[in-house]
């Protein structure tokens, strides 16, 4: 596609002079932001207790030019900058995923690293409902997400394809070759960046790509989406979810939304993983999760209750493969997630809610303080029980979030406390860590 694109803008140029293509650059548009992060992480196991923290600071910068002839381009720089750095460092808000690669090598010691990297550099055409792109995307979808949690989010390369025939009904194609993970400056082949030293047991191939294809309706309150993620030889990946909002004459407003995913091995790792000594332990993909999820709000106060279930199939893999920085559960909360899925070669390792046969619940109520002129100042708090039969205890979060948003300014203080925060490998085996607690402040400005 970059073959076509490129002598396509060419030739318009030409048609258009060199005034035009001055303006194509004098009409684009510089945006970014600069955020510091501060993490600490403390856990406590079998009465053995471990500390680490980081600062950083960082951001991203961003470019896109004006449209020539449906033609645009566009790039982001992305940078993080450890310092006052402890001796235990959490290297969440780092080169985590570059330490997973690196460490034990001569370079030693990434995943502590700063690191800058040209997170996005594409090309792209719209017009007539149309639209058209080639080379490095941030990209958020179920499965595939940016996931700006951290410090900066993860990327794709590829090529994109999406065609709205009218207002309520929109079609995507992706063509996905390459994944950088938000903790590192590296653009792996996607398949193996979720597989690791297991792509060519697993996959028959040291290489594979990511097929995306989607179709979303929305008219009115209702929200229809629907996904296929297809690596051959690996895996295939369905989401699904309908959505729906309305509001009442009384000023309540609501909201509902379900959603199922089902995964299954495909092709040579459907063959492979079936073998007794293959990463899994001789068991194929086969990984099926419901979700629900209920809002209700009023004024500056807003109630969830949300409710998901990943399935139990004691002869499969059976907990869902998230490698791509997809966190897509109802019952996310900060700690309960996949982030270290997403990590270089740990696809097949799952947490919590993800973990097979898990049933999660969980609360959340937030609040505005507008009405007593604090405009912009906003509380979360966030219960999420985690029930299996796997686990020896059940797991509890408490997440408690203040925020506060003045024009292009952020602040967020964010405190966590898990017991029993539990993970599996890629057998299944399932391990719990009795305590974990977490304090987060994140402050951003926006430009």
Do not use: C
């Amino acid at each position: 596609m970059k073959h076509l694109l490129l002598p396509a803008l060419l030739a318009g140029a030409s048609l258009q002079g060199a005034d035009t293509i001055a303006s194509w650059f004098d009409e684009g548009k510089a945006s970014g932001n600069v955020k510091y992060y501060y993490i600490q992480t403390d856990k406590e196991q079998a009465g053995a207790k471990s500390s680490a923290h980081a600062n950083s600071i960082g951001g991203t910068l961003h470019y896109e030019t004006g449209v020539l002839q449906g033609f645009k381009a566009g790039a982001t720089f992305m940078t993080t900058n450890g310092f006052a750095l402890p001796e235990s460092v959490d290297t969440s808000i780092l080169g985590r995923d570059n330490g997973v690669y690196l460490e034990g090598t001569p370079s030693g010691g990434a995943a502590q690293r700063s690191f800058s990297v040209l997170g996005e550099g594409y090309l792209g055409y719209s017009g007539d409902g149309a639209a058209l792109s080639y080379g490095r995307r941030v990209i958020k979808t179920p499965l595939v997400d940016a996931k700006e949690v951290r410090m900066l989010p993860s990327a794709v390369q590829g090529a994109f394809a999406s065609y709205a025939p009218n207002e309520t009904l929109e079609f995507g194609l992706s063509w996905l070759s390459h994944f950088k993970q938000r903790t590192s400056d590296r653009f792996f082949n996607i398949v193996t960046h979720a597989l690791g030293s297991q792509t060519t047991a697993i996959t028959g191939s040291d290489e594979g790509e990511l097929l995306v294809a989607d179709a979303r309706y929305r008219e009115g309150g209702l929200n229809l989406a629907l996904y296929d993620y297809y690596a051959a030889d690996f895996l295939n990946a369905l989401y699904a979810e309908a959505a729906y909002k309305g509001a009442l004459d009384s000023g309540i407003s609501y909201a509902a939304a379900l959603q199922a995913i089902s995964e299954t091995s495909v092709g040579n790792a459907e063959d492979n993983l079936a073998l007794a000594g293959s990463a899994t332990g001789g068991e194929t993909i086969s990984a099926n999760t419901l979700g629900l999820k209920l809002d209700a709000a009023y004024g500056e106060s807003k109630v969830t209750l949300a409710g998901t279930k990943s399935f139990r199939d004691s002869g499969s893999h059976d907990s869902l493969v998230l490698p791509w920085d997809g966190t897509p559960l109802y019952t996310n909360t900060i700690t309960s997630n996949n982030l270290f899925q997403s990590n270089y070669g740990k696809a097949l390792a799952a947490d919590s809610i993800y973990i097979g046969g898990s049933l999660g619940v969980k609360i959340a109520y937030t609040q505005g303080y507008g009405f007593a002129d604090l405009k912009g100042l906003k509380t979360t708090l966030a219960y999420l029980v985690i029930d299996n039969d796997r686990f020896a205890d059940r797991q509890q979060d408490f997440n408690a979030v203040i925020a506060y948003t003045a024009g292009d300014f952020s602040l967020a203080l964010k405190g966590i406390w898990v017991r029993h925060n539990s993970a599996a490998d890629a057998t299944g085996t399932v391990s719990q860590t009795d305590r974990l607690t977490q304090y987060r402040v994140i402050a951003n400005y926006a430009f």
